[in-house]
């Protein structure tokens, strides 16, 4: 296990400020993350991140979902596998019967649930690394959710990438093109995890809390879609069925 002899002690303010904000660092954050990355996971031992140089990897992270929110155009749009099939089930309710309805349903849930990505993701992938212990013994709370933060920030900046391409293939190959999205993101959290902080006596070891990351951020990350999902579909359907009594 790495000393952490010198560092200043972490606290509740460290977390809160790792959360707002986003500085020109970002980039370079990112690319040591993919060169070199235990030394951001070093850098993030101290209060300051190691006199300011890289960008918090909680902020990171989160600035990189509101992209992808931004650009749902590209990966839920009307024509998307997303919004097609919930076009689909809408339609094969026994409730609803006219298709100009069921598009302004669909829309509704679609916006609501791309509201809400960000932060059921976020909240998901929290409770995540509060549930690891692979850091080393006496790793305190808020040094372990920076450390996962960092584990999680090349697949979360992969799949901005991927994602766009979700409208350019038919939709036949949508599962296909998804299962490819899981195990590159899946692939990269153990690699980064590997490469940075994981405590271990031996490779193998490491190996193993590194493959344990990974299956427990893609399942935080199905949860939080399939969760955000349906808690958007439960809202739109509680307010239409207000509105039409």
């Known amino acids: 296990m790495p000393s952490t002899q010198g560092n200043t002690p972490l606290g509740v303010h460290d977390l809160s400020e790792d959360m707002f904000g986003l500085s020109v660092r970002g980039l370079k954050t990112i690319g040591h993350l993919f060169?070199?990355?235990?030394?951001?996971?070093?850098?993030?031992?101290?209060?300051?991140?190691?006199?300011?140089?890289?960008?918090?990897?909680?902020?990171?992270?989160?600035s990189i979902l509101a992209v992808i929110a931004a650009i749902r155009f590209l990966w839920a749009g009307p024509d998307s596998y997303m919004s097609q099939s919930t076009f689909d089930q809408l339609m094969a309710s026994p409730a609803i019967s006219d298709p100009a309805i069921a598009d302004l349903i669909r829309n509704e849930i679609?916006?609501?649930?791309?509201?809400?990505?960000?932060?059921?993701?976020?909240?998901?992938?929290?409770?995540?690394a509060l549930s690891l212990h692979i850091w080393g013994t006496g790793t305190k709370t808020t040094l372990r959710i920076r450390f996962y933060f960092l584990a999680i920030t090349p697949s979360t900046l992969v799949t901005l990438i991927m994602l766009p391409l979700l409208s350019m293939i038919p939709l036949s190959f949508y599962w296909h093109y998804t299962v490819l999205m899981?195990?590159?993101?899946?692939?990269?959290?153990?690699?980064?995890?590997?490469?940075?902080?994981?405590?271990?006596?031996g490779r193998l070891t490491r190996l193993f809390k590194s493959c344990l990351l990974g299956l427990t951020a893609l399942v935080a990350s199905l949860v939080a879609n399939?969760?955000?999902?349906?808690?958007?579909?439960?809202?739109?359907?509680?307010?239409f069925a207000a509105l039409t009594g």
């Open 110 to 128: 679609m916006s609501a649930f791309l509201l809400m990505f960000p932060f059921t993701f976020m909240l998901a992938q929290i409770l995540a």
């Open 35 to 62: 060169a070199k990355p235990r030394t951001v996971f070093e850098a993030s031992r101290s209060a300051d991140w190691s006199g300011g140089s890289y960008t918090p990897s909680i902020r990171l992270v989160f």
């Open 226 to 239: 399939t969760g955000g999902f349906a808690i958007a579909s439960l809202f739109v359907s509680l307010k």
């Open 182 to 201: 899981f195990v590159v993101t899946y692939f990269l959290d153990v690699l980064t995890s590997y490469r940075g902080a994981v405590a271990g006596s």
